[in-house]
């Protein structure tokens, strides 16, 4: 049968074993002014190509998974009136892509009923939806609706098909015996009728038990849920924000709304900070890491460890706080400041430590710049490099780690 594309292939196309990729040709034009709007409108649609791809019968379920994530599939001959408000509609709708089949076994095979001629494909869950109406508003309902319509439960496959910049609703629920998550969900289905035209995917995440991925992708406890997030995906990272508060459709919507008003601090997993620390080395936690960077007059060193049970005894943290103490008693004179975090129940963002346990270094007088010594540590190097102030208040790692020869 032949499949025409409007505007441009499926980016699956362009592969070599692609049928349609052999009479694919980009076409670049110059485009004076990026600034104006107008400018750049006028050009796309005077620059846009039908392009016709034949697809082999025998390719035709080959044809079908190349689609992009969500295609608008016009059914039936060019020669139709209606292709013409088909073709018309997908002039104006620049962000989907529009496709024409004429072959009757794409109808039998989604069983749409004789008078649909248009339908929406989404190759997420290889399903076709019906689209009466060939307008641009009828389209664009069908579509969000189906983005946004509905809630999901969270796959790796839903995950891969989200586009970056997506906003979601996370539901986190334990799925275990003896919890009945019945009237939770219900209650989340209500909350995303509410905010439906707000183009938020709304999803449902099982954690099965303490070892699920889930827990460790929104750095949450098992014991914490029921719990929901508000994600904001974009193309460095996944901000995650923790909603407060009891689960319901008013205060999910508010949840929204102070998101909107950017009132909203993202989430990191975090202790609760000591209420008074008196120690030379400090206790430091997520909620309060950056407080210790405040006064920039201040050589900061900070130990970031990982121990799952407080309770064990830490030797590389009672090290480094006798290294601490011989450093203070050699530099009364300057300001030193020592913290140390565990990073298995606390987490930082911007700060990539690949090795565990590792140390972080603020200079004096610093302006942004963060010194990590990314090692592996043990209980000499770490008294090394700590004792190593007594002689050398360095602003300059490299420094630093040439006198230590690590």
């Given at each position: 049968?032949?499949?025409l594309?409007?505007?441009?292939?499926?980016?699956?196309?362009?592969?070599?074993?692609?049928?349609?990729?052999?009479?694919?040709?980009?076409?670049?034009?110059?485009?004076?002014?990026?600034?104006?709007?107008?400018?750049?409108?006028?050009?796309?649609?005077?620059?846009?190509k039908?392009?016709?791809?034949?697809?082999?019968?025998?390719?035709y379920?080959?044809?079908?998974?190349?689609?992009t994530?969500?295609?608008?599939?016009?059914?039936g001959?060019?020669?139709?009136?209606?292709?013409?408000?088909?073709?018309?509609?997908g002039?104006?709708?620049?962000?989907l892509?529009?496709?024409?089949?004429?072959?009757?076994?794409?109808?039998?095979?989604?069983?749409?009923?004789?008078?649909?001629?248009?339908?929406?494909?989404?190759?997420?869950?290889?399903?076709?939806?019906?689209?009466?109406?060939?307008?641009?508003?009828?389209?664009?309902?069908?579509?969000?609706?189906?983005?946004?319509?509905?809630?999901?439960?969270?796959?790796?496959?839903?995950?891969?098909?989200?586009?970056?910049?997506?906003?979601?609703?996370?539901?986190?629920?334990k799925?275990?015996k003896?919890?009945?998550?019945?009237?939770?969900?219900?209650?989340?289905?209500?909350?995303?009728?509410?905010?439906r035209?707000?183009?938020?995917?709304?999803?449902?995440?099982?954690?099965?038990?303490?070892?699920s991925?889930?827990?460790?992708?929104?750095?949450?406890?098992?014991?914490?849920?029921?719990?929901?997030?508000?994600?904001?995906?974009?193309?460095?990272?996944?901000?995650?924000?923790l909603?407060?508060?009891?689960?319901?459709?008013?205060?999910?919507?508010?949840?929204?709304?102070?998101?909107?008003?950017?009132?909203?601090?993202?989430?990191?997993?975090?202790?609760?900070?000591p209420?008074?620390?008196?120690?030379?080395?400090?206790?430091?936690?997520?909620?309060n890491?950056?407080?210790?960077?405040?006064?920039?007059?201040?050589?900061?060193?900070?130990?970031?460890?990982?121990?799952?049970?407080?309770?064990?005894?830490?030797?590389?943290?009672?090290?480094?706080?006798?290294?601490?103490?011989?450093?203070?008693?050699?530099?009364?004179?300057?300001?030193?400041?020592?913290?140390?975090?565990?990073?298995?129940?606390?987490?930082?963002?911007?700060?990539?430590?690949?090795?565990?346990?590792?140390?972080?270094?603020?200079?004096?007088?610093?302006?942004?710049?963060?010194?990590?010594?990314?090692?592996?540590?043990?209980?000499?190097?770490?008294?090394?490099?700590?004792?190593?102030?007594?002689?050398?208040?360095?602003?300059?790692?490299?420094?630093?780690?040439?006198?230590?020869?690590l």
């Amino acid at each position: 049968f032949f499949f025409l594309m409007i505007r441009r292939p499926p980016r699956s196309t362009q592969s070599r074993s692609s049928a349609a990729s052999d009479v694919y040709k980009r076409q670049v034009s110059h485009l004076e002014d990026l600034n104006n709007e107008d400018v750049v409108v006028s050009w796309v649609k005077s620059n846009l190509k039908l392009s016709v791809f034949e697809i082999p019968s025998e390719e035709y379920l080959e044809g079908i998974e190349r689609l992009t994530e969500h295609a608008v599939i016009f059914m039936g001959p060019q020669t139709d009136p209606d292709f013409a408000k088909f073709h018309a509609v997908g002039d104006k709708m620049l962000d989907l892509d529009f496709y024409s089949i004429n072959d009757p076994d794409v109808r039998l095979a989604f069983d749409l009923p004789e008078d649909v001629k248009v339908f929406l494909y989404r190759r997420f869950n290889q399903h076709a939806y019906p689209i009466k109406d060939i307008t641009v508003e009828s389209v664009r309902k069908v579509v969000d609706d189906i983005k946004y319509g509905q809630v999901h439960n969270m796959t790796e496959a839903y995950w891969k098909s989200l586009q970056h910049g997506s906003k979601l609703m996370v539901l986190l629920v334990k799925k275990q015996k003896g919890v009945n998550n019945t009237e939770l969900i219900e209650e989340f289905h209500r909350a995303q009728v509410a905010l439906r035209g707000q183009k938020i995917h709304f999803v449902i995440a099982h954690a099965k038990n303490r070892k699920s991925d889930y827990l460790h992708t929104f750095s949450i406890n098992f014991d914490q849920l029921p719990a929901v997030f508000f994600v904001e995906d974009n193309l460095t990272k996944m901000v995650r924000y923790l909603h407060e508060g009891p689960l319901t459709v008013s205060a999910l919507s508010g949840f929204y709304d102070k998101w909107r008003a950017k009132a909203l601090i993202p989430y990191h997993r975090s202790e609760d900070a000591p209420k008074e620390d008196k120690n030379l080395v400090r206790t430091a936690v997520s909620k309060n890491f950056y407080e210790f960077l405040k006064d920039k007059e201040s050589h900061v060193l900070v130990l970031i460890y990982d121990q799952k049970n407080p309770k064990e005894p830490c030797k590389i943290c009672t090290a480094f706080e006798q290294a601490a103490g011989l450093t203070v008693e050699a530099n009364r004179d300057k300001k030193i400041m020592f913290a140390k975090l565990n990073a298995e129940h606390n987490e930082l963002s911007n700060i990539d430590l690949y090795e565990l346990p590792g140390l972080l270094y603020f200079p004096a007088k610093r302006e942004t710049e963060i010194h990590h010594v990314q090692t592996p540590l043990d209980t000499y190097k770490v008294k090394q490099i700590v004792n190593h102030l007594n002689h050398v208040m360095t602003t300059n790692i490299e420094d630093l780690l040439k006198h230590t020869e690590l």
